[in-house]
C-alpha cells in the first residue's frame, strides 16, 4: 500500500542479510525504518510493538528465527529462539504458528543450510500473507458493494477498531483489505475510524493508512460508535482478529466486543476479517481459553504524541499514582459475529462454518 505515494510493505529482507521494518511506534508522525540485526531485534521489535497485527507478528518471528541461525544454528540455539520468540506477546496465534513452521523447516535441514532455510520459508510465509490478504479483500468489498447497492450507491459507512489494516500484515491487510478493494472498484465509502486507547492505533495508524490510500473517513473516540449505530450512521462493522477458535470467538483489541455488542443490539452486520493462520484449532470457548495479554499500565496512564512544533513528546494523562490495569484483548463471542471473512471466504462464525471453509485442517483440533 502507499505511504506518500509509494508501495511500501511492513518488512522485507536487505541486501546484508539483515531485515528491516517500518517502525510502527513512531507513526503517524515520523516514517522511520528500523534494521533488525539479531533474534534480540526481532523479539524487542515485537515486544515493543515497533511491529504488530497478529499476521505480521508471525512473519516478523519467521525473520526472527532466520537472523537467530545466522548467528547459531544449533539445535539448542533454535529451542532457545523459538521459546523467546514465543513468549514476546502471547494473544496472536500467528506468533507460535509461524515459529512451528519455520523451526520444523530448520530441523529438518543441515546446519550449514539452516540460515537459508529460515530465510526462504519466511519468505514464502510473507508472500501467501499478502496474497491471503488479497483474497480476504475480494470477499470483504463484495459484501460492501453489495450494502452500496442496497443503499442506491449511497456511500457505505462502515467502523472499524484498532488497526487491522496493511501495518498489522505485509501489505494489504485483513479488515480494511475489503475496504481497499472496494476502492479499487469505485464503490463509494466512508469509514468512522475508533481512536483506540490506549495505544490508539485507530488514531494513529488506520487513519494514517486511510490518509495516505485517499479514503474519506473520519476518526471518533472509542464510546462513540454505539452513538453512531442508534442513529443509522453506521452499516457495518469491519474488525480484525488476533486469534479466533475453532467455534468461531474471535480476540481482538480490547473494546472489540463492545462496539460487538452495540452492532447487535441496533442490528448492524459485524464481520471479523482473519486469515486460516489466526484460527486456534485446538480451542472450542474463546472467553476460558484464549489468553489475553497485560500490559504496562504506562500505556494507559501516558499518551505519546506531536507538540506543535512537531517533536514527540509524552504526558501523563491519568491522576499520579493510581493503580492501572491493562488488558490488551478482548474476546467478541460467535453468537455476535455476523460472519467470518478468510482467503477461503466468507463463512459463519462457527464450527461448522469454518470446517466448510478449511475442512481437514477444521478436523484437526491438534493442527
Not at 75 to 99: C, F, G, H, I
Not at 169 to 190: C, K, S
Not at 321 to 347: H, K, Q, W, Y
Request: net charge negative; glycine share 8%; charged share 20%.
Amino acid at each position: 500500500m502507499l505511504i506518500h505515494g509509494r508501495p511500501h510493505r511492513t518488512i522485507w529482507p536487505a541486501a546484508d542479510g539483515s531485515v528491516e521494518i517500518i517502525d510502527q511506534t513512531r507513526l503517524p508522525h515520523a516514517v522511520e525504518i528500523v534494521r533488525l540485526r539479531t533474534l534480540d531485534d526481532a523479539v524487542t521489535a515485537i515486544a515493543d510493538m515497533r511491529v504488530r497485527g497478529a499476521p505480521l507478528i508471525g512473519v516478523t518471528a519467521a525473520w526472527g528465527l532466520a537472523l537467530a541461525m545466522r548467528a547459531d544454528a544449533s539445535d539448542a540455539a533454535l529451542a532457545e529462539a523459538s521459546r523467546r520468540l514465543k513468549a514476546s506477546r502471547p494473544t496472536a496465534v500467528n506468533l507460535a504458528w509461524a515459529v512451528d513452521r519455520v523451526s520444523s523447516v530448520i530441523a529438518a535441514a543441515p546446519v550449514d543450510g539452516r540460515e537459508a532455510a529460515a530465510r526462504a520459508e519466511a519468505a514464502t510465509i510473507a508472500e501467501e500473507d499478502i496474497a491471503a490478504c488479497r483474497r480476504i479483500g475480494g470477499y470483504g468489498a463484495d459484501l460492501i458493494e453489495a450494502l452500496c447497492r442496497r443503499k442506491a450507491g449511497a456511500p457505505v459507512d462502515i467502523l472499524t477498531h484498532c488497526n487491522a489494516g496493511w501495518l498489522a500484515t505485509v501489505d494489504w491487510g485483513t479488515a480494511l483489505a475489503p475496504i481497499y478493494v472496494a476502492q479499487e472498484r469505485g464503490v463509494p465509502m466512508h469509514v468512522w475510524v475508533d481512536e483506540t486507547r490506549p495505544r490508539n492505533q485507530g488514531a494513529a495508524l488506520t487513519a494514517f493508512e486511510l490518509g495516505q490510500q485517499g479514503v474519506p473517513h473520519t476518526v471518533i473516540v472509542d464510546n462513540a460508535g454505539g452513538h453512531l449505530m442508534q442513529h443509522g450512521r453506521v452499516d457495518l462493522c469491519l474488525v480484525g482478529a488476533d486469534r479466533v477458535t475453532r467455534t468461531g470467538d474471535a480476540a481482538n483489541k480490547i473494546g472489540t466486543y463492545l462496539k460487538a455488542l452495540a452492532a447487535a443490539d441496533n442490528g448492524v452486520p459485524f464481520h471479523v476479517a482473519a486469515p486460516g493462520s489466526t484460527v486456534d484449532w485446538r480451542l472450542t470457548d474463546g472467553v476460558a481459553q484464549i489468553p489475553i495479554e497485560e500490559r504496562d499500565g504506562a500505556e494507559v496512564t501516558h499518551v505519546t504524541g506531536a507538540l506543535a512544533d512537531g517533536s514527540p513528546a509524552t504526558v501523563l494523562v491519568s491522576a499520579p499514582g493510581s493503580p492501572v490495569a491493562n488488558f490488551a484483548f478482548d474476546v467478541t463471542p460467535a453468537r455476535l459475529i455476523t460472519s467470518l471473512i478468510t482467503e477461503r471466504g466468507v463463512c459463519p462464525a462457527s464450527e461448522a462454518g469454518l470446517a466448510v471453509l478449511f475442512g481437514a485442517r477444521a478436523s484437526s483440533p491438534h493442527h
